[in-house]
């Protein structure tokens, strides 16, 4: 059984940042892509980012582009995703998740099939 386990959220002013890790379980994390989604309240969870499993292929949403950059590293099974010029909008539960199968990333949901329990996010204006 694959366990994520998010940290690093918290409460950051506008134009701050935050970075967020994800430590993952067993010995097979480098064989998978892994993505960043959140969810704020009343909405739907939405793709951030993911990573491909070499940490060579990444995508973001449009709407961090330029501000957030994921990375990996798989000698400690862990995924990253910094947040920089973070605004009240970024405002969310974000989780990280792991590919059901493959090596090469995706942004929908449906392709993730381990997610974390979450850490909140919270950008004050």
């Known amino acids: 059984q694959v366990q994520l386990v998010e940290s690093g959220g918290g409460l950051v002013q506008a134009g701050g940042s935050l970075r967020l890790s994800c430590a993952a379980s067993?010995?097979?994390?480098?064989?998978?892509?892994m993505g960043w989604f959140r969810q704020a309240p009343g909405k739907e969870r939405d793709f951030v980012s993911a990573i491909n499993w070499s940490g060579g292929t990444t995508r973001y949403a449009d709407s961090v582009k330029g501000r957030f950059t994921i990375s990996r590293d798989n000698a400690k099974n862990t995924v990253y995703l910094q947040m920089n010029n973070l605004k009240p909008e970024d405002t969310a539960v974000y989780y990280c998740a792991r590919r059901s199968a493959g090596l090469q990333l995706a942004v929908q949901a449906y392709e993730y099939n381990y997610w974390g329990q979450g850490t909140q996010v919270t950008v004050s204006s």
């Open positions: 067993g010995r097979t994390f480098s064989s998978y892509a």
